[in-house]
Structures are given as structure tokens and as C-alpha cells.
Nanobody, 125 residues
Framework: QVHLVESGGGLVQAGGSLRLSCAAS????????MGWFRQAPGKEREFVAG?????????VYADSVKGRFTISRDIAKNTVHLQMSSLKPEDTAVYYC?????????????????WGQGTQVTVSS
């Protein structure tokens, strides 16, 4: 069983930055593919970024966040981070950390077996 706990959400002005963290327990990140998803009110959950345990930690990003968000992992601390910069009001959502044992950072939430409780990110205009 994998347990995920997110932290780092909050309120920030447009153009600002936030760093989200996801601490994993129960399995090492060296054998987990990690993803960040988000869900805004009235919208479906959407993929934000992912990092694979395979091929040195290859990363994948949604087009909407490319160049603004960076996903990284600290295997020693078993933690994944999402550095968010140039934030926009449309980035406002609950952000979820997710994990899967497969190698690919797939954008479909159905492929992720473990989920955190979520952390709120609010970007004011």
C-alpha cells in the first residue's frame, strides 16, 4: 500500500509561484511513477505533470502548464515536487498527487492506483 500526502497549497496572486510537495510512504519512488492532477470546481480532473521511475525520471507535462510548471523528485526523501511559476487564475484547483507502478507517466487518471487527499491552490487576479 502506498500512502501519499500533499502539502504546499495556498493563495497566491497571478504571476506568483508555489511549490507543492507529495510525500510518499510504503514504496520507494525509484519504483513508482508519480503524477500531479488537478480539479477545478465543476470540471473534470485533469493531468498536469508526471515523472516516470523508468529512464532516469522522464517527465511529461500538459500543454497548459509547459514552461511554467516543473515536476521533480527527491528519491532520498521519497518526495515529489511540483514547482509552479507564472501562475494564472485558471490554475486554481485542488491539486492531487497520484502514483502508479507502471513505467509511463500516463495522463489518464484511471491508470493511477494511489491518490493523496489533495491540496487547494487559489490564484487571484
Amino acid at each position: 500500500q502506498v500512502h501519499l500526502v500533499e502539502s504546499g497549497g495556498g493563495l497566491v496572486q497571478a504571476g506568483g509561484s508555489l511549490r507543492l510537495s507529495c510525500a510518499a510512504s510504503g514504496r520507494t519512488l525509484s519504483r513508482l511513477t508519480m503524477g500531479w492532477f488537478r480539479q477545478a470546481p465543476g470540471k473534470e480532473r485533469e493531468f498536469v505533470a508526471g515523472i516516470s521511475w523508468w529512464s532516469g525520471g522522464s517527465t511529461v507535462y500538459a500543454d497548459s502548464v509547459k514552461g511554467r510548471f516543473t515536476i521533480s523528485r527527491d528519491i532520498a526523501k521519497n518526495t515529489v515536487h511540483l514547482q509552479m511559476s507564472s501562475l494564472k487564475p485558471e490554475d486554481t484547483a485542488v491539486y492531487y498527487c497520484a502514483a502508479r507502478q507502471g513505467a509511463g507517466a500516463l495522463p489518464q487518471s484511471i491508470y493511477y492506483n494511489y491518490w493523496g487527499q489533495g491540496t487547494q491552490v487559489t490564484v487571484s487576479s
